[in-house]
């Protein structure tokens, strides 16, 4: 389903560059990881705070997704 201009615009609240530092800090925040003991693995508890459906919910993840493969491009050096 496609939605009008009108209504990104209107979900679309400047300036977005906030919204994509929080989702990179987010990230990079280590309280947010927890180990598991049984099975060694880690998981990421970390949610998007914003409303799927809003420009700040796509910024937020873009900036997780951006430090999610900074970390993985690290990690395979």
């Given amino acids: 389903m496609a939605?009008?201009?009108?209504?990104?615009?209107?979900?679309?609240?400047?300036?977005?560059?906030?919204?994509?530092?929080?989702?990179?800090?987010?990230?990079?925040?280590?309280?947010?990881?927890v180990k598991k003991l049984s099975t060694g693995a880690t998981v990421i508890t970390t949610s998007n705070p914003y409303p799927h459906y809003t420009m700040q919910a796509k910024e937020w993840q873009r900036g997780y997704d951006k430090a999610y493969f900074e970390n993985l491009n690290e990690l395979s050096r």
């Fill in 3 to 33: 939605r009008s201009k009108r209504y990104y615009e209107k979900y679309s609240v400047p300036p977005l560059k906030l919204q994509f530092e929080r989702g990179y800090e987010a990230f990079k925040e280590k309280r947010q990881w």
